[in-house]
């Protein structure tokens, strides 16, 4: 039986301001959530939705403002706090120890014990395998979080929370690495929760996400609170133009591929898997020529990972070639393959694509920094060189930091962190650049400047590597697009002749095709 609630509002933040060094990531910021309801936070990659977020899960203490549960003023001062209010948070970047199994994740803070004080993960896992079962997050619980996927790791993040019974619910990002049918099974399983009397805030980029599952959609901008509407009175188009202050178009613009001569080829890979006996890529051949981007697609789990790690040097393979400009790469090293013209936007941006601790001025140069621009004669670092390189992508890029060049990457926004990567690799002007989920996190207005960036490098005779789980963003930006099923590519198709549903045949194993 349900508590009776007070007020309209299950959470209220009122007037809240937060400061960093050199910014004010929350403004007077004033968000009322209703009992029962979806509540989206929309806003740019650094407005201050999940520092607001981590304000109300106890992470960040605010400078001013209050917050009230129920009506009621509460104190947060930290996720021990938020927990025992019943505020459970998904959070965009992971909050998972790698050495741990998934099950010692999800039930670390409340182990259960027996009454001599025992360990006793029997009916924790038995709750765990329901709780997965019932929301169709279907996970290993014996799996090390180390040894699984970044969607496996995000359907642990969910289960951690629904796990402690948590009835204030906030998802940061919660589909920025799921496939579309997971993305589906997630937004029913939000309703769901909505309808058994759990609040959600839900920050997303994703505007038909929003438009999908929110009842209502707040806007944040630089910090500041711009409004507040019902998603079923507004449309996407007023939403990004709120979001980003200006109209947004939402399909990539380009001229035909004129591809020329193969850049990289791919012959018979095959690469192991950590997490289990069998082979993650089975021989697997491919090639990408100058002026086109290839996309492989397919749910998250299917080898896509492995074969990056194999293509950029981070994983050694088992047997097969790897060629670029004709030249055997596939013992080289990853700086030697940088050094020969391959870029990589990886998957993990915190695991293989920035030094946290590093600035961000440091982080832009960590491919180049011992060139002779950036490093003298003695093995000193030209740091004026450096800061102007690094400033003048800033501006380039709308890289927002706190500091500026200085800023500690740990400390800027996902968005902006990837932001960083990705003007990193794509100034270097690669001969191959391999792009994995390069747009996850952004917002709609770095989006569309980030897939402009992509097709520039098309047209300017690169040959591009898209690797992509999301299906308007694989079949709007690829001249071709390569499907892998089970670590073999079962299908070679033409995105202006395919579909979403022909494609999710092919992803899901339903359908092969000869490549």
């Known amino acids: 039986m349900q508590k009776e609630k007070a007020g309209e509002y299950a959470i209220e933040m009122l007037h809240i301001t937060k400061r960093f060094p050199g910014i004010i990531a929350n403004d007077d910021v004033t968000i009322q959530l209703r009992h029962g309801e979806i509540h989206a936070l929309l806003g740019e990659n650094g407005a201050g939705k999940s ?16 917050i009230l549960k129920d009506g009621v003023e509460v104190k947060i001062n930290n996720p021990n706090d938020a927990n025992a209010l019943g505020i459970g948070m998904v959070h965009q970047h992971f909050k998972l120890v790698e050495c741990f199994t998934v099950l010692d994740n999800i039930i670390l803070g409340v182990e259960p014990t027996s009454r001599f004080g025992m360990l006793s993960k029997g009916e924790a896992r038995k709750r765990v395998l329901e709780l997965s079962d019932k929301y169709g997050l279907q996970v290993d619980p014996d799996a090390k979080i180390s040894d ?19 009835d204030i619910l906030i998802f940061d990002e919660p ?17 769901n929760l909505s309808a058994e009397g759990k609040s959600i805030l839900f920050i997303s980029h994703k505007l038909a996400e929003i438009m999908a599952v929110a009842d209502r959609c707040s806007v944040l901008r630089k910090g500041k609170y711009i409004g507040t509407v019902n998603t079923k009175d507004v449309t996407m188009e007023e939403l990004s133009a709120m979001m980003v202050g200006r109209n947004v178009n939402f399909h990539v613009e380009k001229a035909p591929a004129n591809p020329g001569e193969v850049v990289l080829e791919v012959k018979n890979l095959t690469v192991a898997s950590k997490a289990h006996s069998n082979n993650a890529v089975k021989n697997v051949s491919f090639n990408v020529r100058r002026g086109e981007i290839v996309c492989i697609a397919g749910i998250d789990g299917n080898g896509q990972s492995e074969l990056v790690y194999a293509l950029t040097g981070l994983e050694p393979i088992v047997h097969g070639t790897i060629k670029m400009d004709g030249k055997d790469i596939t013992k080289a090293s990853i700086r030697s393959r940088s050094k020969n013209g391959m870029s990589h936007i ?3 941006r915190h695991k293989h694509g920035l030094v946290l ?62 932001k960083a990567i990705i003007a990193r690799e794509i100034d270097r002007q690669p001969e191959v650049l391999v792009a994995v989920q390069p747009t996850r996190g952004l917002d709609v207005g770095a989006i ?27 079949l709007d930006v690829s001249d071709r697009i390569l499907v892998m099923y089970e670590g073999e590519i079962v299908g070679e198709l033409d995105p202006k002749k395919t579909n979403p549903e022909e494609m999710g045949l092919y992803m899901a194993g339903a359908k092969r095709g000869t490549v």
């Open 51 to 66: 520092t607001l977020m981590s304000v109300l899960f106890g992470l960040y203490k605010p400078e001013e403002g209050t």
């Open 148 to 166: 699984i996927t970044v969607g496996m790791q995000q359907r642990t993040e969910i289960l951690k929370m629904l796990y402690r019974d948590n």
């Open 175 to 191: 589909t920025a690495v799921l496939t579309p049918q997971e993305i589906q099974e997630l937004m029913q399983i939000m309703r």
């Open 346 to 348: 990886p998957e993990d």
């Open 448 to 474: 569309e400047y980030i897939h402009k960036q992509l097709v520039a490098q098309r047209d300017a005779g690169k040959a591009v590597l898209l690797v992509s789980l999301e299906m308007d963003e694989v």
């Open 357 to 418: 601790d590093y600035s961000l001025e440091y982080n832009l140069v960590l491919q180049t920094y011992f060139e002779s621009r950036f490093t003298d004669r003695i093995g000193f670092l030209r740091r004026k060189n450096i800061r102007s390189y690094s400033n003048g992508l800033i501006d380039q890029f709308d890289i927002r930091s706190g500091q500026g060049a200085v800023t500690a990457a740990r400390s800027m926004s996902g968005g902006n962190q990837q």
